[in-house]
């Protein structure tokens, strides 16, 4: 396995990295370690959650994402906004208004992604009544969810609903439509897709479930904002009817939205990475009911809401959606509305996500179960504290580092057996003789 595996949006600012420990006990992959007073993130643990951003004090984790000049690429620009988007703004009871404002600000038309997911929960209703065998369904929304599994949790692939997230959906749509309507050629067309989070930054470089992504850039939220607010009086006046979604789409943007469009009661959301990690370990277990049909999943606090490339307080941004949708119609979006553009079947994955085996000690299973009982071992001699002090999350961590040679991990990282290793040596009688030897000379040698 090598570095150059995968791609990722989030990246190391080494000149603000204080190597302070702060992102080694939340990263939920175990993916980062400190040495040498700065941070490292491994490449192959890595699932693009931006915890890491989220929690370091010193701004030095940070996201690969376009800027707006990306517009002047382009003939003609369509931006795909994320339903997150509509949350950042205060008494919002028209998302024409974002929509229209989007125009304004250069873009040559919009398609929003609450009308795909319209599209896709439609689909998702379908795939569950028909796949009963498969169930619980886990959403593929969350593309941060989908890597999780894909390196630790290889028996719940299976259990993965096979659609394409709505972004891609939403992209897919917006071209055909900008190719028929405008004239040019697909290379001359911009799909720019708005983002809450890198984790979706990274689908469109790596995608899972298809080959190519059909987005052509990915913006911020924190970029296009302050720019947005700048037409939203003006877009207010006499706002454009582009809206193509309603309280099932636009409801996609926080916890538990997504399952609400499966018309269903046999689901369950959690939202928080470790909330997230908590639920599918007990799915791996079995101990969740047998007739739970779909498990929505998202990596960030409220849901997409909660992504660190918003601007708004993740609450207070839930709750202003909630308020939008009592403004709105519980549905727009139609797959029969769309078949000019291609068929419903379009929304599912032409490949399939396959295990990707990271964590494994050795190449073969004779070499992980020795390396395994080394690892062991060695944790006997360990204090078992995953105090973090080492720069590896846990004792174990440092263990399977040392083992496998990795991360520059040695047992002098731990400061405890630094400690004991000195405190034997100080009361060695080869340190007590040397001690009474010097006893008679000052600090600079003299008599």
Not at 297 to 315: K, S
Not at 343 to 371: C, D, H, R
Not at 414 to 423: A, F
Request: hydrophobic share 35%.
């Amino acid at each position: 396995m090598t570095a150059k595996k995968f791609f990722h949006s989030v990246y190391l600012n080494e000149e603000r990295c204080r190597g302070c420990l702060n992102c080694i006990k939340r990263c939920p992959t175990q993916a980062i370690r400190v040495r040498n007073g700065r941070a490292n993130i491994i490449s192959e643990y890595c699932i693009d959650c931006g915890e890491c951003i989220r929690q370091c004090p010193h701004h030095a984790k940070m996201t690969k994402h376009d800027h707006l000049d990306v517009l002047e690429q382009f003939e003609y620009t369509v931006a795909i906004p994320a339903p997150s988007l509509y949350s950042q703004f205060n008494h919002l009871t028209d998302t024409n208004i974002v929509l229209t404002a989007l125009l304004m600000m250069g873009f040559d038309d919009v398609f929003e992604v609450s009308g795909a997911a319209e599209l896709v929960s439609e689909a998702t209703r379908k795939y569950i009544k028909a796949h009963p065998e498969k169930w619980p369904l886990i959403s593929t929304a969350c593309p941060t969810i989908e890597r999780l599994i894909r390196v630790k949790f290889p028996n719940l692939l299976n259990h993965l609903l096979p659609i394409l997230p709505p972004m891609e959906a939403a992209a897919m749509l917006a071209r055909k439509k900008a190719i028929r309507e405008s004239g040019l050629m697909s290379s001359q067309i911009g799909i720019i897709f708005i983002s809450p989070c890198p984790s979706k930054a990274t689908f469109v470089q790596e995608p899972l479930g298809t080959e190519k992504s059909q987005v052509d850039a990915v913006l911020s939220i924190k970029d296009v904002y302050p720019e947005l607010l700048s037409y939203m009086k003006e877009a207010e006046r006499q706002p454009k009817n582009l809206s193509i979604s309603g309280k099932i789409g636009v409801g996609w943007g926080i916890s538990g939205g997504e399952a609400a469009g499966t018309l269903t009661n046999d689901y369950l959301a959690a939202d928080g990475i470790e909330n997230v990690m908590r639920v599918l370990e007990d799915l791996e277990d079995e101990k969740f009911q047998a007739d739970l049909a779909f498990i929505e999943l998202n990596a960030c606090n409220g849901g997409c809401v909660g992504g660190v490339l918003n601007v708004e307080n993740p609450y207070i941004a839930k709750a202003k959606i909630k308020q939008l949708n009592k403004y709105m119609q519980v549905s727009k979006s139609r797959a029969s509305e769309y078949t000019e553009y291609g068929s419903p079947n379009s929304l599912f994955w032409t490949k399939p996500i396959e295990y990707e085996p990271v964590y494994q000690l050795g190449s073969n299973m004779m070499e992980s179960f020795a390396n395994l009982s080394a690892v062991e071992k060695l944790l006997k001699q360990l204090p078992g504290l995953d105090c973090g002090a080492c720069g590896a999350p846990t004792c174990r961590a440092l263990a399977e580092d040392i083992v496998m040679g990795k991360n520059d991990a040695k047992k002098d990282n731990c400061i405890y057996l630094l400690r004991n290793y000195y405190d034997t040596l100080k009361n060695s009688p080869l340190f007590k003789e040397e001690k009474n030897d010097n006893s008679g000379t000052d600090p600079s040698g003299s008599i």
